[in-house]
């Protein structure tokens, strides 16, 4: 079977690698796999994955005129990249943006192969919730695009069980929709050996403190001044710092406020590789999830989520929703509202002095990781894959 995987924001070794893991089990199966990506050079990769480029410039912070503009420039170049791919079985393509499904849609029809569209957040609805998209017309345009890209996918993947409830509720089979949820990569995370940081006074900052860390994009979703609301309210209790990893539009704004606000329990340093981040995160103690206060975003699949797990770290999220259900469930740590503020600070005042409770959410937090293993749910891909193919001859 030979595949075409669309994923203009395609990462190897930093970010979400989800496309590069399930690639190389592609691969591992016997299956050709040729990606079109934005990022990069084209290359083919030591697995033997064929990655095609088409140098797309962008950047989180670009203004909304720019990464429009990227995201026209990646459909031009994707879609005449792809035409020139032979003897293809199945395209997989992967959003965001919503544009790449509907380049997946176009050269499915002219391929004459089936479509596999991943969701991996429900456009056009998180964008039109959050304020960033009101024009009318471009609303109505990119329902219609939606709802095009659903009817011609043969296969939907959701990413998860909430995701697949809102694109039902769009009048889309629930039997076209399977539930694929980001990877813990327990393999990866057990043979990283960890090293001290390259920074000594952040090695001695983390040694020294109970450590709430938050891996990834600082961008207005992230909602990341709840993070300096909580570190605020606990500048009393010295033992317990919050670590903020990574990049974003907001992240210069965030660096200022904890200037101002004083707060030498808090720490925001530079993106780091994966391997990097994942030694860092096996010196903490709590993950933190941490989203901007709208219901919309409590479906999120995130990938530090799983990161988590993959590591053994208890989770705390400032919402709510299947991954605070699926927290409490298994013991692995809980979720509050956005401003219960009190309820949070409580908790992890409560699970840092409670060394035997900790212990326990350690636990219960690798345990759940199983659930999510990457050749588990890279299996479960491949199958849905060869099944289809099977089906079409």
Known sequence: MKILYLHQHFQKKAGATRSYEFSKYFLQRGHDVTLITGTGKSEQTEEGMEVLSTETKYDQKMSKTRRIAAFGHFMIGSFWKGLTCRKIDVIYATSTPLTVGL???????????????????????????LGYITNPLLIQMLTRMEKMIYNGASEIIALSPAMKRMIVAKDVAAEKITVVENVANNELVANIEVKPCKDKSLQQWIANRFVVVHPGTMGQVNGLQHLLTVASNMKKNAKIGFLLIGEGSEK?????????????????????????????????????????????????????????????LPVVLNYQGWQHEILQESGAGRGFLYHDIAGYCEFLQNIAENEQGYRQAQVASKNLSERYDVTLLSERVVSLLEKMIERKK
């Open 252 to 312: 210069a704004a965030l660096q200022e406020q904890v200037t101002a606000m004083e707060l030498e329990n808090v720490k925001i340093v530079d993106a780091m590789q994966k391997e990097a981040v994942f030694s860092v995160m096996k010196q903490c103690d709590i993950g933190a999830m941490s989203v901007k206060n709208e219901r919309i975003l409590w479906d999120n699949s995130a990938n530090k989520f799983f990161d988590f797990l993959a590591v053994g």
């Open 103 to 129: 380049i997946g849609l176009l050269l499915s029809k002219v391929k004459r192969v089936p479509l596999v569209f991943e969701v991996r957040d429900v456009w056009p609805d998180v964008p039109i919730a």
